[in-house]
């Protein structure tokens, strides 16, 4: 009987703990938003930040786009010849790229590559009371250190997602066309004819805009939430990979429910 | 000078994610053909089948235009499909005729014209007066195995 109870006191607290920290972060986010970054000072840490999370994680988005389209290429050729229907490879790899693998691989990527560095480095910067010291010389760390990065992230992930798409696509064409021999013009043809600019090239870049701005909200707070230890930094670093995966892949799924009404 | 380098590479990077919106939505999704001038002919058909918005419209093979609206006919009980037709394609005989056909045995429906021999040519909003409906394969199969059944009875 005692043990029960226990396990529901247990239950309990990991609700509300839950509860609390959603409402923290939402605050958090609140306080982002709210505080509208100050043009002519914020404009240079923008730039900066968009460099450290966009430009440089450029290069592994546009590797790992072109292998996934060579690789989408390959396996949508080898189950459509079975059909005698090859010719349709243009749209599957369009399709599958700008609905789905452009959005959620790049954001995988992104959460990886630039959600966990953030982490860390907000992690580190509140651990040797870097933020603290801004506080006391009357500095706000909300809008110097969080609101730019938070920003960085959201400008910079739909872009890595377009990019990476149409790398994605540019693979799809070289196995099919170039290595498989189909025809280039059938090729396109079948691919502009399935592709739609409203219902599909945008609803992906929604995707990629709502990816963006939760992978680096849950960046940007697990670090400004952080035991202030060494260990707690590592946590936190962990967090938000998995945070960000899970919400990505969650959110992914709602939102090609929502979408679906219009293909 | 360092922030020269870094303003450079942002704004490379801008560059590229808006080259690679114009790339998907000019050579992926193929909306130059969407806003390009022309002019629409309508037609009654039977039977579509699988016609899609943004089908292809051809003229001996050649693509000269697409479909741009499909509705049902709710008195006739025909689907009206509306055909955007390239500007430059100026001179279709106005007893034209369209054809729904099959791009190879599982490929997609196509709208083929055939022109005829009129002189006066069709203008926009004009509607083309002879057309075949597509060939459905089980109506096809049907009428075999009637065929077969029949003439075994002889």
Redesign the interface.
Known sequence: MLWIADQLVLLGQAVLNLVTNLGRSAIFLWNILYRKPHLKKGF?LL??Q??FI??LS?LIIMLSGLFMGLVVGLQGYSILDK???S?QLGQLV?LSV?RELGPVVTALLFAGRAGSALTAEIGLMKSTEQLASMEMMGVDPLQHVISPRFWAGCI?M???G??F???A?FGGYLVGVVWLGLDSGAF??????S???SS??LNG?IKNIVFGIVATWIAVFQGYDTVPTAQGVGRATTRTVVYSSLAILGLDFVLTAVMMRSW | MRDRILEFWVGLFMLMGIIALFILSLKVSGLSSFSSTGYTVTAAFDNIAGLKIRSPVTLAGVKIGQVSGIKLDTTQFKAIVTMRIDADQRKLPSDTSASILTQGLLGANYVSLKPGFDQVFLKDGSTIQDTQPALILEDLIGQIIFSLKSSGRK
Do not use: K, N, R
């Not at chain 1, 396109?188 to 004819?193: E, I, K, Y």
């Open positions: 240079p730039v900066e968009i460099y966009g430009v450029l059909f005698g229907a010719q369009a700008i910079a739909p872009l890595l377009t990019i798409s149409t790398i696509i396109l043809s079948v691919m502009q004819a592709v739609s600019f599909d090239i870049i």
